[in-house]
């Protein structure tokens, strides 16, 4: 699986973004995606996930605010960033989690930038 994340920018306090994570290879095996981000100085941290189902999970800190979706048919993933915060710049990255023959495999995409500032 590769995956390919865009959608960062540089944006105002308050304001919104919409990350996009692009999926292709052996699609048909991702159970899971998510969304996770690393500030400066700091740990990559779990930031939202949608599992097969549907069902959708977040972090506390961006629970109201963030929304995740994906469009099978179009194998994307997306973040949709409401009521940005400065504590909410970092980079973004895209994860997709396959299992196959009960053998758990993580994906990740190259990050894009996401800054929030005045």
């Known amino acids: 699986v590769q995956l390919q994340a865009s959608g960062g920018g540089l944006v105002q306090p308050g304001g919104y973004l919409r990350l996009s994570c692009a999926a292709s290879?052996?699609?048909?095996?991702?159970?899971?995606m998510g969304w996770y981000r690393q500030a400066p100085g700091k740990e990559r941290e779990w930031v939202a996930l949608?599992?097969?189902?549907?069902?959708?999970h977040y972090a506390d800190s961006v629970k109201g605010r963030f929304t995740i979706s994906r469009d099978d048919a179009k194998n994307r993933l997306y973040l949709q960033m409401n009521s940005l915060k400065p504590e909410d710049t970092a980079v973004y990255y895209c994860n997709a989690r396959t299992i196959v023959r009960g053998i758990l495999d993580d994906y990740w995409g190259q990050g894009t930038q996401v800054t929030v500032s005045s």
């Open positions: 290879g052996s699609t048909s095996s991702i159970d899971s």
């Open positions: 949608i599992i097969s189902d549907g069902g959708t």
